[in-house]
Nanobody, 117 residues
């Protein structure tokens, strides 16, 4: 089993930045081959995919965040990150980390990001 703990959310003004962190409780060998992803969800809406980072550090992004958000990973620390710049009010959501690997798929508990206009 893999436990994921997100942190780094908060309240920020439009145009500001936040860095989310997702710490995984697993071995470095399991973490390093897992695909790490960030999703977000607002009340009454489906969870929305934001970005993926793969085992070779390649990344893909949703069009809505491309050019503003950067996903990365540190395998030695078993941690994934989401650097969010140029935040907009429509980025307000609960952000979730997801791990997909040899032990299955796991989700964190989420961290709230609120962007004020």
């Amino acid at each position: 089993q893999v436990q994921l703990v997100e942190s780094g959310g908060g309240l920020v003004q439009a145009g500001g930045s936040l860095r989310l962190t997702c710490a995984a409780s697993t071995t470095t060998s399991i973490f390093s081959v897992s695909v790490m992803a960030w999703y977000r969800q607002t009340p009454g809406k489906q969870r929305e995919w934001v970005a993926d980072v793969f085992r070779g550090d390649s990344t893909i992004y949703a069009n809505s965040v491309k050019g503003r958000f950067t996903i990365s990973r540190d395998n030695a620390k078993k941690t994934a990150y989401l650097q969010m710049n140029g935040l907009k009010p429509e980025d307000t959501a609960v952000y979730y980390c997801k791990s997909s690997g040899p032990l299955g798929t796991y989700w964190g508990q989420g961290t709230q990001v609120t962007v004020s206009s």
